[in-house]
């Protein structure tokens, strides 16, 4: 797969935020469903599609290089799935609110999850963490990255500036195949150089995937 074009990349970055935003609102909405408050619910949901809808287009409007055509329409019917979603279940709870088209909204959520998980390795979600976390206005007081590699947008924008000071728990494999440990030890010296309060680990025997025993040791280190 081949590099994406700057305006690629920009495209991408203006999509994952508020496609993101907008699954967490409606994980949110499935832990209180509740019918008699279906619109409250939906007033949740709402603004999600003013917000995606925009970066969809964009996405949508951009010439693609060839190889990365299977990205691009994963993230755009990812992203209509989304709305259509959030436009059912605005319109099912219209009064008189109709609980089984609730349900029967909010079960495409789980399709959506399914056509998303595939890009997973191409995001490599580690990468995207720091990209994104990094950028100005971003939440996240803590970042912890998991076998990925630092983005060299990070590098070119000015962003890495702002690790300084920020606690950052960055966690490689030893025997990663897919980023080669090298590229996580050059991150810790430039998220060092930048003034990051960072926690390195380089674990001997993990490859590249997630490492969920060290769990236990992430979520002690966000509460210190």
Not at 49 to 73: K, M, Q, S, T
Not at 108 to 131: D, I, K, N, S, W
Not at 134 to 143: A, E, S, V
């Amino acid at each position: 797969m081949s590099a994406a074009p700057p305006a690629v990349v920009d495209a991408i970055d203006a999509l994952l935020p508020p496609l993101l935003g907008a699954f967490e609102r409606v994980e949110w909405v499935q832990r209180h469903l509740y019918p008699p408050l279906a619109e409250r619910l939906a007033e949740q949901l709402a603004p999600g599609v003013d917000a995606l809808g925009g970066p969809l287009r964009d996405v949508e409007a951009l010439a693609w290089p060839d190889d990365l055509h299977v990205l691009r329409d994963r993230l755009v019917d990812v992203a209509r799935q989304t709305l259509e979603l959030v436009g059912a279940f605005v319109e099912a709870a219209r009064p008189p609110a109709e609980p089984i088209g609730l349900y029967r909204a909010l079960r495409r959520f789980a399709r959506a999850q399914e056509a998303l998980y595939p890009l997973a390795p191409v995001l490599a979600g580690a990468t995207y963490a720091l990209l994104c976390g990094l950028r100005d206005g971003m939440p996240f007081t803590h970042l912890a990255p998991a076998c990925g590699v630092l983005h060299p947008t990070l590098l070119t924008s000015g962003d890495l500036a702002r690790a300084s000071g920020r606690p950052i728990y960055l966690v490689h494999g030893a025997l990663d195949w897919m980023f080669p440990v090298y590229t996580a030890q050059m991150a810790r010296d430039a998220l060092q150089a930048a003034g990051a309060r960072l926690v390195y680990r380089e674990i001997a025997d993990l490859s590249h995937t997630y490492p969920r025993d060290e769990n236990a040791k992430i979520l002690d280190w966000l509460t210190t």
